[in-house]
């Protein structure tokens, strides 16, 4: 494969560490180019992406080889926070973040993991400083609905990446067979290879715990559970409908970046089918965990006051919280833009999907956690009052 061979010749690398990641990428390439319609740009970019994660790879292998202590590297109790998309979890993992007894992904060390010291930071973080402002340039909208920058925390589905099995393919393209193939796969190879980059990256500077995120992992907390078996968890809530609206509109600006002919209407069809069979098999699952390992936290309450919501999230694990931290925190919440949430504007009407079906779809999860199915349920600006098991 052309991609295979540019990677290998530009990093003077032969070794991936395995092939289990073939038939992925040979997937998400065929479906890319008969089904994403993607435009210059969106041609332009899925190949320099592909070659920059076949890079990592190579270079993570490597490093394996020639840091003999990344092997030894132990991760114990990391906390995955997960919930609907668009329901928090990105500012709480930003807060949390803060912590020093924490340790996130940072986007520009998951775009160039190699090597796994401090070597070259400055010029590291200076390249993804220029990917994400070129980024922000194709996409100017995108970042008023979605924070991008270099020394962010970065989701989970980035350290997946080098699998070929990762939802940020399909959130990024059109691409409905790599897709179906991707929900049929045993995900254990995926997170595997998410523990070998967190192995990777712990090697850099360790912390007493790692903190991710993505919601993705409700789709497959067994395999999750298979590989980080003391795991602890922060689930998200919010109104199903509301949430299924903001993450289309989210999906659709991110798509139309790259493809010109993006259906608003098939994303959030899609958005719907996905999250409502991954609720109701992530509430089977989650049952069987003991109640001290996972904390919810209503997204009404994270809008209203996140420092309670981070509060009572280290009170339930018993964390310590330092007033220097929560300093910390005020600070970077005093920065945030005000304005965000009201240049993001979305309506599920803008869909054109059947509210009434769409609703029955989440009305187990809306039972179980006494939540509104939608903003226009609510009496007025009532938050929704979350219950716990």
């Not at 289990?20 to 008969?34: A, K, T, V």
């Not at 924490?102 to 400083?129: C, F, G, Y």
Request: charged share 25%.
């Amino acid at each position: 494969m052309d991609l295979i061979k540019t990677a290998k010749r530009r990093c003077g690398l032969d070794d991936f560490g395995g092939g289990e990641f073939f038939e992925g990428l040979s997937r998400l390439i065929d479906s890319c180019q008969r089904e994403a319609q993607l435009n210059l740009i969106g041609r332009i970019a899925l190949r320099a992406d592909l070659i920059r994660t076949l890079c990592s790879r190579l270079f993570i292998q490597r490093d394996r080889k020639a840091y003999p202590k990344i092997v030894q590297q132990e991760i114990r109790e990391p906390l995955f926070i997960v919930g609907l998309p668009r329901s928090g979890t990105t500012l709480l993992h930003t807060l949390l973040a803060l912590d020093p007894q924490h340790r996130v992904p940072l986007t520009w060390e998951v775009m160039t993991p190699s090597p796994p010291t401090s070597d070259n930071e400055k010029r590291r973080i200076q390249r993804a400083i220029s990917s994400c402002n070129c980024f922000n340039w194709l996409a100017p909208t995108f970042r008023r609905v979605h924070p991008v920058g270099a020394e962010l925390p970065q989701e989970c589905v980035s350290l997946m990446a080098p699998t070929f099995m990762s939802d940020q393919f399909d959130a990024m393209y059109y691409v409905p067979s790599y897709r179906a193939w991707f929900f049929r796969q045993d995900l254990r190879p995926a997170y595997e290879y998410h523990r070998r980059f967190l192995q990777h990256l712990q090697l850099r500077r360790e912390a007493q715990r790692w903190v991710l995120k993505a919601p993705t992992h409700m789709f497959a907390l067994p395999t999750l559970l298979a590989v980080y078996p003391d795991a602890l968890f922060v689930q998200t809530h919010r109104a199903p409908l509301d949430a299924m609206a903001s993450v289309s509109s989210l999906i659709t600006i991110l798509r139309r970046v790259f493809s010109d002919a993006v259906d608003p209407q098939t994303v959030c069809r899609e958005a719907i089918d996905y999250w409502s069979k991954t609720l109701d098999g992530f509430l089977q699952e989650r049952s069987r965990l003991a109640d001290h390992r996972i904390c919810d936290v209503d997204y009404a309450e994270i809008r209203r006051d996140p420092l309670l919501a981070v509060r009572r999230i280290y009170a339930h694990f018993d964390w310590p919280l330092s007033q220097k931290v929560e300093r910390r925190m005020r600070r970077v919440l005093a920065s945030q833009p005000n304005e965000r949430y009201k240049l993001h504007r979305y309506d599920l009407s803008q869909f054109e999907v059947h509210e009434a079906d769409s609703a029955a779809r989440f009305a187990a999860y809306c039972d179980r956690f006494r939540l509104a199915v939608g903003r226009k349920r609510t009496s007025g600006a009532r938050a929704q009052k979350l219950v716990k098991r």
